[in-house]
């Protein structure tokens, strides 16, 4: 009874733990498209009107070019949820799951990076100072946030 106890709350915290990332991620996409935010893609709301444009299209092609690899990450999401929801639960499948869901962000990420980089490369200096202060908001952001204390 006791084991199968831990199991039942292990899947009720994978299950708020999942959620709110989808919820915590939901909300880091919808604030960077707003440009504002402390990333190098937020900054990029910051560029002038027609860098901006240029910038946020070259931000979609890469989105829409890895339209398979996210939606990879969301059904290795879905397989993750479904995991848990188990009577029994499959460590090993769902670690799996997870790895595929982390594997497909990195890949996107990393796109997305590269695009930034090809585009600092081909701007000018002051646009390229417009990416490093939002690079450094993002800095200052994290460090301004006070680690917690361990036990």
């Not at 939901?26 to 240029?54: C, F, H, M, N």
């Amino acid at each position: 009874m006791t084991m199968s106890r831990n199991l039942v709350i292990l899947s009720v915290v994978l299950n708020v733990f999942l959620a709110g990332a989808l919820a915590g991620g939901a909300v880091w996409i919808r604030s960077g498209k707003s440009g504002q935010g402390y990333s190098l893609e937020a900054a990029g709301g910051r560029l002038p009107e027609q860098d901006r444009t240029v910038f946020r299209k070259a931000l979609r092609d890469v989105r829409r070019d890895s339209r398979q690899v996210i939606l990879d990450g969301q059904q290795a999401r879905r397989e993750a949820a479904d995991l848990l929801r188990q009577p029994v639960l499959d460590t090993t499948a769902l670690a799996a799951a997870l790895e595929r869901a982390r594997n497909a962000d990195v890949a996107v990420r990393t796109r997305l990076e590269q695009r930034i980089v090809e585009f600092a490369a081909a701007s000018s200096a002051e646009e390229r100072g417009v990416l490093a202060e939002g690079l450094m908001r993002h800095v200052e952001r994290r460090a301004a946030v006070t680690p917690k204390k361990s036990p």
